[in-house]
């Protein structure tokens, strides 16, 4: 059974950071392309961040500079470092996996940027 885990989510003052981290078990990630969405509040989910099974990376433009996505194969986890956090960077923030026909979801993990 396919299963993904976030965490890491909090309260940051803009300009802050947060490292998220989505662990995976039923599955082996080095192999996978990994993504990270995001979803605020009246908002769709939108990608934010890629990375493919060679560890190319892709990025929207409104984190590119900002955020880094990678993997830790050893601890098969995918993390999201996201510095120099804004306001509108607020959402549940979601890794994903697709396989075949089935997309895998975890269950979120809550990132405010306030002051």
């Known amino acids: 059974q396919v299963q993904l885990m976030e965490s890491g989510g909090g309260l940051v003052q803009p300009g802050g950071s947060l490292r998220l981290s989505c662990a995976a078990s039923?599955?082996?990630?080095?192999?996978?392309?990994m993504d990270w969405y995001r979803q605020a509040p009246g908002k769709e989910r939108e990608l934010v961040a890629t990375i493919k099974s060679g560890d190319t990376t892709n990025y929207v433009d409104f984190v590119k500079g900002r955020f880094t996505i990678s993997r830790d194969n050893a601890r098969n986890t995918v993390y999201l470092q996201m510095n120099s956090l804004k306001p509108e960077d607020t959402a549940v923030y979601y890794c994903n996996v697709a396989l075949g026909r089935n997309n895998y979801w975890g269950q979120g993990t809550q990132v405010t940027v306030s002051s």
């Open positions: 039923g599955i082996i990630l080095r192999r996978l392309t």
